[in-house]
């Protein structure tokens, strides 16, 4: 399944991400490299290991399952040679303790929509759906509307989260049409500071928050996560709050900061 992209993450009876009881894809892949993203395994499009020292308890399965010589024995924190990995998973599978994970799996259409249906009939009772999350799902919209559009037979509600980025006329021609809702985030007006912290100008972001108004076809809630010194300043916020003040949105949430990402990028061997 080469072809299609990968799943970090799967959250069934999730009750955060839209109304209802819902079930969260999680794509794998973004266009922007936030500094303080909580889920830095889900920045590249491939598969990854990640080793977390503190639940090994040096039992060396990984070690002695890995083909490829990436492993080497005890609590190293060079412990995975990344140049040698090829993300296979097998010490990840090898792992008793949980201290080994792999992020990133392919499915198929069938099979990604056969998981999510598995759950509806808890959408119907409570009113929830599924939401595609990420990363970036709208990253991949020929698979990503091939999903929905299946789904979209079924009558299940669907939201998409995303970071603003994507090809809008792409949107329009393959996913649009099958979603009810669409969590966008707002992170920095500032064009100078979006690409210092997140890597892009924000310039497609901000032109295609105003396309999704032009005209409206969808629940549209806008998001900003609270980044201590950086998206919460007055400046930042004041200016967010020009901006959406004239848009018929459903809603602005700030987004909780969450500091769990360091300990993440140590797993992925990105931070010593």
Not at 81 to 86: E, P, V, Y
Not at 219 to 237: E, F, H, S
Request: hydrophobic letters at 35%; charged letters at 20%.
């Amino acid at each position: 399944m080469d072809n299609y992209p990968l799943i970090f993450d799967i959250q069934r009876s999730s009750f955060v991400d839209g109304p209802g009881i819902r079930t969260v894809v999680f794509f794998k892949g973004c266009p922007l490299q936030c500094e303080w993203c909580h889920n830095p395994e889900s920045q590249s499009i491939k598969s990854e290991i990640l080793w977390y020292n503190s639940l090994c308890s040096c039992c060396d399965n990984c070690f002695k399952v890995c083909k490829h010589n990436a492993i080497q024995p005890g609590h190293g924190q060079n412990r995975i040679d990344r140049s040698k990995c090829n993300s296979c998973g097998d010490c990840a599978k090898a792992c008793i303790y949980n201290a080994m994970k792999l992020a990133g799996q392919a499915y198929s259409v069938e099979s990604l929509v056969e998981l999510v249906l598995k759950d509806k009939t808890y959408f119907r009772t409570s009113g929830g759906g599924v939401t595609f999350s990420g990363g970036e799902p709208l990253m991949f919209m020929e698979f990503l509307g091939s999903v929905c559009k299946k789904l979209k037979q079924e009558n299940i509600d669907i939201a998409v989260q995303t970071c603003g980025y994507f090809n809008f006329d792409q949107f329009e021609k393959t996913v649009s049409q099958y979603i009810n809702t669409i969590y966008f985030d707002l992170k920095l007006v500032d064009n100078a500071l979006h690409k210092k912290f997140t890597g892009q100008y924000n310039n497609k972001i901000l032109e295609n928050l105003h396309k999704l108004f032009s005209p409206k076809k969808h629940k549209i809630i806008i998001r900003t996560p609270i980044v201590p010194g950086i998206t919460d300043t007055i400046d930042n916020l004041g200016n967010i709050s020009k901006i959406i003040g004239k848009l018929n949105h459903e809603g602005f949430e700030k987004l909780i900061y969450n500091n769990s990402f360091h300990k993440k990028k140590v797993a992925l061997g990105r931070v010593i």
